[in-house]
């Protein structure tokens, strides 16, 4: 009986610990990414697709400022990461209100 209470209360533990790094999009549906490397000025994004998730709609990919192309969300590091460059860019979404 004991471990199973050690047991729950580990899962527990466990998910309130887990931080959500969802894209959510905002109720204007205007939404600006900076870059990782050049954080000068935020650019506003393209949203290309969106999914629903508990009623709210989730940022799924947005175009990439310099060549267009489509960036998927990356969760470890939390940013949209475009793979067309020379090497791998990652923008962060800039959180509004």
């Known amino acids: 009986m004991m471990d199973k209470y050690k047991l729950q209360m580990k899962a527990l533990k466990k998910q309130r610990g887990k931080v959500d790094n969802t894209p959510f999009l905002p109720e204007g549906g205007v939404v600006y990414i900076l870059d990782s490397m050049n954080p000068e000025m935020p650019v506003r994004a393209e949203v290309l697709k969106t999914t629903?998730?508990?009623?709210?709609?989730?940022?799924?990919?947005?175009?990439?400022?310099?060549?267009?192309?489509?960036?998927?969300?990356?969760?470890?590091?939390?940013?949209?990461?475009?793979?067309?460059?020379?090497?791998k860019t990652v923008y962060e979404i800039l959180k509004t209100g």
């Open 52 to 87: 629903e998730v508990n009623r709210r709609k989730v940022i799924s990919e947005v175009a990439c400022p310099l060549c267009g192309a489509s960036m998927s969300w990356n969760p470890s590091w939390e940013g949209f990461e475009c793979r067309e460059h020379d090497r």
